[in-house]
Nanobody, 121 residues
Framework: VQLVESGGGSVQPGGSLRLSCAAS????????MSWYRQAPGKGRELVAA????????KYTDSVKGRFTISRDNAKNTVYLQMNSLKPEDTAVYYC???????????????WGKGTLVTVSS
């Protein structure tokens, strides 16, 4: 099983980034997918999550209206479009996968290694 994040980098406040997470080694279309982040000195927190078919999404309040999670089951990839980035969005972003739909946004079965996003002027 592999989850490989990409798309992180440095951006100025107000800028945008699109993260990708490529999955392999499991049946992607049956797993809910989530993005979490961990800022320096803080715990890992949920950013956004999406059910296996993509019909239901969940966002943490601080990113609502700015971030969008999406998935392409044909490409085994989940995305996080991040707009209007703020310095407080600086963190390592991880994607996670969970089989099933109950509590789809927590208790991941698999994790990627993360990609760093830095928002600074």
């Amino acid at each position: 099983v592999q989850l490989v994040e990409s798309g992180g980098g440095s951006v100025q406040p107000g800028g945008s980034l699109r993260l990708s997470c490529a999955a392999s080694g499991f049946t992607f279309s049956t797993y809910a997918m989530s993005w979490y982040r961990q800022a320096p000195g803080k715990g890992r927190e949920l950013v956004a999550a999406m059910t296996s078919a993509g019909g239901i999404t969940k966002y943490t309040d601080s990113v609502k209206g700015r971030f969008t999670i999406s998935r392409d089951n044909a490409k085994n990839t989940v995305y996080l479009q991040m707009n209007s980035l703020k310095p407080e969005d600086t963190a390592v972003y991880y994607c996670g996968a969970k089989l099933g739909s109950f509590g789809y946004w927590y208790g991941m079965d698999y994790w990627g290694k993360g990609t760093l996003v830095t928002v600074s002027s």
